[in-house]
């Protein structure tokens, strides 16, 4: 078992090891003292894998409750959140309980802003079954909603107290929703490790996805240790998500986070080259590398709807906001333009 300790303002482990599953009960009840644990999952999760976990925390002696959500990130709402801290307040759950996320980011960062929230706040764990939520959104402790006006518009910093990725869940996942998960993979290649890059471009996830996850986990944790509530450091993790976030926005979220993900890192490496940040060679080696990974490098949305997009960003702070920008492949930087110099960088970055 590979495990991975997080400090934080909580601190708590990240475990690693195919059939985890079978052992959810062990772990959380060596995590937290619950009486009673909500099991939240999307309605595709729930049949594959709410069955196994539901046995491992009853027969660690745990009180189970299930709540059903319906897929996708159209249902990251505040509808969705009421409903379950509807469910959670009828069935008297206290602070002394848990709510455990089985699922991908979407059902991760829902539960755990209703677990930030519920009755000021009560103990979650992360069963990420996704390749993007083990590597990325399981840790560190961002939890949201989404608004009609954008994602993540509503959150909170709510460090859970446990991750158990189990890599057999991949197994069901669909193709498309692996890849997505790739483009996070990679991304941690792009912001700080070179080596991994090329590691990656030899050999694919799928065959070493143990030492995958490990990798990403391992590089957010100490990203989160030095910048927990995202004021410099840790906005490196956001290398391709200012325009893909506006990718995802402009297409009502029919492009997956993971595909937008991948088409933003492909724009400001378009972009940084163009502006001389980094060399064509760099470039070409992201833009490359995401190809031979199956991802999507352009977008058809036309310049003035991509910027009104980005615009309505969190990221963003007064009339300027941040980019993230790769210097090479291993080492990105922090910059912060002007908003009114966005429609420049989109049409360096290829966006006619
Ligand atoms: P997702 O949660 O929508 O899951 C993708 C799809 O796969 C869903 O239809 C789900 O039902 C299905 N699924 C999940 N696991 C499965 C499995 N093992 N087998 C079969 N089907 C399975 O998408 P995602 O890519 O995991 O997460 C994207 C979300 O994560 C976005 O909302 C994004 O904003 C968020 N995110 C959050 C953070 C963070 O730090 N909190 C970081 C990155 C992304
Ligand atoms: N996925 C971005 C972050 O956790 O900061």
Request: hydrophobic share 40%.
């Amino acid at each position: 078992m590979i495990r991975i300790p997080v400090e934080a303002s909580r601190n708590y482990e990240v475990l690693i090891e195919r059939g985890l599953l079978d052992r959810a009960g062990t772990e959380v009840r060596a995590a937290t003292r619950a009486g009673s644990a909500v099991l939240v999952a999307g309605e595709n999760v729930w049949p594959l894998y709410g069955a196994r976990v539901r046995r491992s925390l009853e027969e660690a002696g745990l009180r189970v409750l299930s709540f059903v959500i319906a897929p996708g990130e159209s249902n990251k709402t505040l509808e969705t959140y009421g409903s379950l801290l509807r469910f959670l307040s009828e069935n008297r759950l206290t602070r002394s309980d848990v709510l455990i996320a089985l699922g991908g980011g979407v059902t991760g960062d829902l539960t755990g802003f209703a677990a930030a929230t519920y009755q000021r706040g009560i103990d979650f764990i992360q069963i990420p079954t996704t390749l993007l939520a083990m590597v990325d959104s399981s840790v560190g402790g961002k939890t949201a909603v989404d608004l009609p006006t954008g994602k993540n518009q509503v959150g909170a910093f709510w460090q859970p107290a446990l991750v158990l990725c189990d890599p057999d869940t991949l197994r069901t996942l669909p193709e498309e929703e692996y890849r997505c998960g790739s483009a996070e993979v990679l991304k941690y290649g792009v912001l700080g490790n070179a080596v991994f890059f090329e590691e990656l471009l030899r050999t694919p996830i799928r065959e070493q996805e143990e030492h995958v996850i490990e990798t990403c986990v391992t590089m957010k944790r100490d990203i989160v240790r030095q910048d927990e509530f995202d004021r410099g450091l840790r906005q490196l993790l956001n290398l391709g998500h200012s325009f893909g976030h506006a990718v995802e926005a402009c297409s009502g979220f029919r492009v997956l986070h993971g595909q937008a993900v991948a088409i933003g890192m492909a724009l400001i490496a378009r972009a940084a080259a163009a502006k001389g940040i980094c060399t064509p060679e760099t470039r070409d080696a992201i833009v490359e590398g995401l190809r031979r990974t199956g991802l999507p490098t352009e977008t058809e949305y036309p310049l003035a709807e991509l910027a009104a997009a980005v615009s309505m960003d969190k990221k963003l702070s007064g009339s300027t906001m941040h980019l993230i920008v790769p210097v090479e492949v291993g080492r990105c930087e922090t910059i912060t333009v002007p908003l009114a110099a966005i429609p420049g960088w989109l049409r360096a970055g290829g966006v006619r």
